[in-house]
């Protein structure tokens, strides 16, 4: 009987990667390519800006429509294609079955509790703005 | 089975280290260094909106050596990620595989990331002044 340990994401039926393959690597490029742009226009704001200004007008600027709309996208995006940069880094080397899964789930919770921080907060900042 | 020791693919540890494979591994650090930006992002955010105590911690760190220094390291990657994603890119196209070109590539993203980091960096700490 082969071992948990011997076993890889390719001979696990219930892997991600085999199932949904294609798409993964679609969506992988396509949010690459999104947040290579997003965070470019970002690295451009922040230096160009956002250090001149101090936190009340930081709260306008993040509250203008158009920055509110690319920087959601950029943290959106940004989550959503790390999301899928740290499951290959955790599929290609964390051979244990129980600990890949585990660190899949820790992952998916602490990048959701991210979002919902983000989501939350501009909420907050929208109703008191 | 007795062979249940052997080391399991992507054999770090067998590998001798080259440009192209240790390019392929800093990609991935690279990786993680932008997922830990995208929520050091949302923290300095969640400052913005609701904790002017965290928004001062931030705002003194980025006027200290340590900060700008961390910030400084944070850019280098940031360029670094865009120029070896973009090389991963035009891969996808099937282009580009010569070991020459290969190369070439690889000592061009290593050299524009450091370009670039210096071109961002002195702009970046010219405001923060």
Redesign the interface.
């Given at each position: 009987?082969?071992?948990d340990?011997?076993k890889?994401g390719v001979q696990n039926p219930g892997g991600s990667v085999q199932k949904r393959g294609a798409s993964t690597w679609i969506a992988h490029?396509v949010s690459?390519?999104l947040f290579?742009g997003l965070?470019?226009w970002f690295?451009n704001v922040?230096?160009s800006d956002l250090?001149?200004l101090n936190?009340e007008a930081?709260?306008v600027w993040?509250c203008g429509p158009k920055n509110a709309f690319l920087?959601t996208m950029?943290?959106s995006v940004?989550?959503y294609h790390?999301w899928l940069?740290?499951k290959e880094?955790v599929e290609?080397?964390i051979?244990c079955q129980h600990l890949k899964r585990g660190s899949l789930i820790a992952v998916r919770m602490i990048l959701c509790g991210?979002g919902i921080?983000?989501i939350y907060?501009?909420v907050?900042?929208f109703i008191?703005s | 089975?007795k062979n249940?020791q052997r080391p399991?693919?992507?054999h770090l540890q067998i590998y001798k280290p080259q440009l192209t494979s240790s390019l392929s591994i800093f990609h991935?650090f690279s990786?993680?260094i932008?997922?830990g930006g995208?929520?050091a992002?949302?923290g300095f955010?969640?400052s913005?909106?609701?904790k002017?105590e965290l928004?001062a911690c931030f705002s003194s760190a980025v006027a200290m050596l340590w900060g700008k220094a961390l910030l400084s390291i944070f850019?280098l990657f940031?360029w670094f990620f865009?120029g070896t994603?973009?090389r991963y890119?035009v891969w996808?196209t099937g282009r580009g595989f010569e070991l020459k070109n290969v190369y070439a590539s690889g000592f061009f993203v290593l050299i524009m990331s450091v370009v670039l980091t210096a071109f961002?960096v002195l702009?970046?700490w010219g405001?923060?002044a």
């Open positions: 009987m082969m071992s340990h011997c890889t490029r690459l390519v290579l965070s470019l690295l922040t230096i250090t001149s936190r930081l709260r993040f920087f950029l943290i940004g989550l790390f940069e740290l880094i290609d080397y051979h991210a921080v983000f907060t501009y907050h900042l008191n | 089975m249940k399991l693919s992507p991935r990786a993680l932008m997922l995208v929520l992002l949302i955010f969640y913005i909106a609701m002017s928004y850019i940031f865009v994603s973009l890119l996808d961002s702009a970046l405001k923060l």
